[in-house]
Each structure stands twice: as structure tokens, then as C-alpha cells.
């Protein structure tokens, strides 16, 4: 089955005054809804307050990261399901959950990078 990532900025929520812990409640009955239906591989937030590192072939690490990722940051979720459709359905309830749109992504197929 195709892996697929769920991922948001943080900073696309809509909350409410308050709502961060409403969302977060509801972003963790969709991950225990998730795990239930057996598609949850794993998903977690960007800890911000750490900052990025390279690390060169020889385990040398600098601060710093890619332009192109410098903006790194928010949640993201990798599940296993069927069909795009499937995890249209996903992102859709994370969406929801979070209050916000969510970009989906498809891993390419290899059988090696599998748990």
C-alpha cells in the first residue's frame, strides 16, 4: 500500500481564543481513529524551539539547514492505505482536526524503506 504524508505550517491554524487544546483533542481522536483503522504509521509536530543541524558524511554538524527547508515547521503524519482516495479521506479529518488545510503527499514505492 502507498505511503502518503499529511502535513500543515504551524502557523495555518484558525483557532479560537482557546482552541488550541479543542484541536489538539481532536487532532488525537483522529490519530486514535487512525491507529483503530490500522493506516497510522507515525506523526508528530516539528519541535521548534530545537534548531535545524546538517550533519556531514563524517558526523560533523553545523546549525544551519538547506534554504529550501528553512521554513521546516508544523505537524505531519505519514499513514499506509490503498488508495489516494483513502488518504484524501485522512487529510480531509486532519484538516478538520487541526483548522486548516493540509498538503498530501505520496512517498515513492520501495519495499526496502518499509517498516
Given at each position: 500500500?502507498?505511503?502518503?504524508?499529511?502535513?500543515?505550517?504551524?502557523?495555518?491554524?484558525?483557532?479560537?481564543?482557546?482552541?488550541?487544546?479543542?484541536?489538539?483533542?481532536?487532532?488525537?481522536?483522529?490519530?486514535?481513529?487512525?491507529?483503530?483503522?490500522?493506516?497510522?504509521?507515525?506523526?508528530?509536530?516539528?519541535?521548534?524551539?530545537?534548531?535545524?543541524?546538517?550533519v556531514?558524511?563524517?558526523?560533523?554538524?553545523?546549525?544551519?539547514?538547506?534554504?529550501?527547508?528553512?521554513?521546516?515547521?508544523?505537524?505531519?503524519?505519514?499513514?499506509?492505505?490503498?488508495?489516494?482516495?483513502?488518504?484524501?479521506?485522512?487529510?480531509?479529518?486532519?484538516?478538520?482536526?487541526?483548522?486548516?488545510?493540509?498538503e498530501?503527499?505520496?512517498?515513492?514505492?520501495?519495499?526496502?524503506?518499509?517498516?
Amino acid at each position: 500500500m502507498p505511503l502518503f504524508m499529511i502535513s500543515f505550517p504551524s502557523g495555518e491554524m484558525q483557532l479560537d481564543e482557546g482552541g488550541l487544546q479543542a484541536a489538539a483533542d481532536d487532532a488525537h481522536a483522529v490519530v486514535r481513529e487512525a491507529k483503530a483503522a490500522g493506516v497510522w504509521v507515525f506523526g508528530g509536530g516539528i519541535d521548534e524551539s530545537v534548531r535545524p543541524t546538517l550533519v556531514s558524511a563524517d558526523g560533523r554538524e553545523e546549525e544551519g539547514t538547506y534554504p529550501q527547508t528553512a521554513r521546516l515547521e508544523g505537524g505531519y503524519t505519514i499513514i499506509d492505505v490503498p488508495s489516494r482516495a483513502d488518504a484524501v479521506h485522512w487529510a480531509a479529518k486532519t484538516a478538520a482536526a487541526c483548522r486548516c488545510r493540509q498538503e498530501l503527499r505520496q512517498f515513492q514505492d520501495d519495499p526496502e524503506s518499509l517498516p
